[in-house]
């Protein structure tokens, strides 16, 4: 069954940003560069904890991914959002050199907006801003959060969230969609989700920005569960999907859109959600897994 999900060594990291679409190249064009960062401001799934407030008029499908644990069974059947993506137009992770060479920081927003020929007031700068305010967060508890925008930076963080010489695999949700497949349709769980027995885990979600930017946060106390979950659409198309699932959502804002879309008490509870395409997640390797 592991054979089926995209699963990759630390060792091949290189191939996985050449199979994910995340190459070396420095920077995209001012028109590619605004394209995408409007694309993803106006499309972004989940970030799982740092989402902007939002009312229920705000609504749009891509936040159609969340369930609940007692969801977790052959047959259930919800409606999910899967956005295609196309990786030559998006951008790349830089290396430390050119990371370490361009501010990242609130503070510098109109340099940057400057830097990135982007006007004050457009969505393109709304998102710039948005992704720097994420970014600058807090820990808590047994919680692992950086924003990366390197190769190095992001192996730096895998490392420092499972040791230097632990063995790492990657998960994300893979597609096998027809040509004329809706991005948002109703999926059924065709077997009995299965979980990936670990404590630590690390998700690393792609930010609206000019060059490549991963939200990665995890916890290392065993609070989060992740799970295979193949999935069948009512279009006939096939996922092989991966599933997290947060035991503890009291620090949470009461705002979060998984609250809002689960119709539940703000952090009364536990939650879960689809991991998109082009986000993925770090576990420890566990044989036959």
């Known amino acids: 069954m592991a054979s089926v ?25 001012i028109n590619q560069q605004e394209n995408y960062v409007k ?13 902007p407030k939002i ?16 969801d977790l069974y052959k047959g259930f059947t919800m409606p999910i959002y899967l956005a295609k993506s196309d990786p030559s137009n998006s ?11 361009i501010p990242f920081s609130i503070s510098q927003l109109d340099y940057l907006l400057s830097l990135f020929s982007i006007s004050k007031d457009t969505p393109q700068a709304k998102a710039i801003a ?24 992001l192996l730096d963080l895998v490392q420092k969230a ?20 809706p991005l948002l349709q109703k999926y059924s769980f065709l077997e009995v989700p299965q979980q990936i027995t670990t404590r ?26 992740v799970f ?24 949470w804002d009461e705002d979060h859109i998984s609250f809002k879309m689960l119709n539940m008490k703000p952090r009364s509870g536990p939650v879960c959600h689809i991991i998109p395409r082009n986000n993925f997640v770090w576990l420890p390797s566990i044989p036959d897994q």
């Open 55 to 70: 009312n229920k008029a705000d609504m749009n499908p891509s936040y159609n991914v969340w369930f609940t644990p007692k």
């Open 228 to 251: 295979k979950i193949p999935l069948g659409g009512e279009n006939g198309d096939k996922v092989d999907a991966i599933a997290v699932c947060h035991s503890n959502t009291s620090s």
């Open 39 to 51: 694309k993803e401001a106006d499309n972004s799934q989940e970030v799982t904890d740092i989402r």
């Open 91 to 101: 951008p790349h992770l830089l290396t430390r050199e050119e990371s370490d060479s």
């Open 200 to 225: 630590k885990m690390l998700a690393c979600h792609p930010m609206p920005y000019p060059y490549a930017i991963f939200y990665c946060h995890g916890h290392v106390d065993g609070s989060t569960r």
């Open 130 to 153: 948005y992704t720097l305010n994420s970014c600058d967060m807090e820990l808590k508890g047994h919680e692992i959060k950086s924003c990366v925008s390197s190769q190095e930076s």
């Open 5 to 29: 999900f995209a699963s990759c060594s630390l060792l091949l990291l290189a191939l996985l940003f050449l199979l994910c679409g995340y190459g070396t190249s420095t920077r995209i064009t």
């Open 162 to 181: 499972f040791g230097s010489n632990t063995k790492v695999d990657l998960f994300t949700s893979i597609t096998h969609p027809s040509e004329t497949s």
